[in-house]
C-alpha cells in the first residue's frame, strides 16, 4: 500500500504540459521555421513590429502594433493570421499548394488551445 501511495505521486510533473500535449520545442518550432522563418526567423521584434517566430519566449507575449492581432498573443495571432490568409503574403490558405499543411495548421491550433506550451 505505501509503495502504491509513494509510486502515485512520480506521475508527470504537474507544472508541465500533459502527456500527448504539443510543445514548443517538439512539435510548433520546426513548423514555423520550416513555414515562416524565412522571413520571421531572427529572434525579437524590429521597432516597427516586425517580429520572429523562432524562439519561444515570444509566444507568450502580447503582439504589438498589430491591429488584425490587437488582444492576441503572437501564438494567437500566428493561428489567426495564417486562418484569414493574411500570412504567408499573398493570401495562402492551410492546405493549398506551397502553404502549411492541415495537419500542421491543426496542429498549431491545438497548441495554442491547450495554452501554447514550451
Not at 54 to 80: A, I, N, R
Not at 81 to 86: A, D, M, R, W
Not at 94 to 103: E, M, N, R, T, Y
Request: proline share 7%; hydrophobic share 30%; aromatic share 6%.
Amino acid at each position: 500500500m505505501a509503495l502504491a501511495l509513494a509510486l502515485q505521486g512520480c506521475g508527470a510533473d504537474s507544472n508541465g504540459p500533459e502527456e500527448g500535449t504539443n510543445t514548443w520545442t517538439d512539435d510548433i518550432r520546426p513548423i514555423l521555421v520550416r513555414h515562416c522563418a524565412g522571413c520571421h526567423g531572427s529572434s525579437g521584434c524590429t521597432i516597427d513590429g516586425t517580429c520572429f517566430l523562432d524562439q519561444y519566449t515570444l509566444m507568450p507575449s502580447p503582439t504589438l502594433q498589430m491591429s488584425d492581432c490587437e488582444g492576441l498573443s503572437f501564438s494567437e495571432c500566428s493561428v489567426f493570421s495564417i486562418q484569414i490568409g493574411l500570412m504567408p503574403p499573398g493570401g495562402c490558405l492551410p492546405g493549398q499548394k506551397k502553404c502549411i499543411a492541415l495537419d500542421e495548421f491543426e496542429l498549431l491550433k491545438k497548441w495554442v488551445e491547450n495554452g501554447s506550451p514550451e
